[in-house]
């Protein structure tokens, strides 16, 4: 079964936050202070991008609904027509 978007960009940024909270805590000899300060703006640029692109998908049911109210505004300032009674869906 295919995932939605929603799910697979919560998935990443629980990931991605894990990811950069072992770079953040755990200061292993084996990684230079570059290395790790790269890591983390790297994790960290990605979860705001989920966050950005979830909050995109929280938004698009209300810019739909704006958008259809918009067109039938457009549509009613027309004059009865035949082509107004096709375009303007019940």
């Known amino acids: 079964?295919?995932?939605?978007?929603k799910e697979m960009?919560?998935?990443m940024s629980g990931l991605f936050y894990a990811r950069s909270t072992h770079?953040?805590?755990n200061r292993h000899p084996e990684f230079s202070e570059k290395y790790r300060d790269g890591r983390l703006a790297a994790y960290?640029?990605?979860s705001e991008l989920c966050l950005y692109f979830l909050e995109e998908e929280?938004?698009?049911n209300e810019r739909f609904r704006e958008q259809i109210v918009a067109q039938r505004d457009k549509?009613?300032?027309l004059?009865?027509?035949e082509y107004k009674k096709?375009?303007?869906?019940p």
């Open 1 to 5: 079964m295919k995932i939605s978007s």
């Open 9 to 11: 960009l919560e998935k």
């Open 23 to 25: 770079y953040r805590y």
């Open 44 to 46: 960290d640029y990605i």
């Open 58 to 60: 929280r938004s698009i």
């Open 75 to 77: 549509y009613s300032t």
């Open 79 to 81: 004059h009865d027509s």
């Open 86 to 89: 096709a375009s303007m869906m």
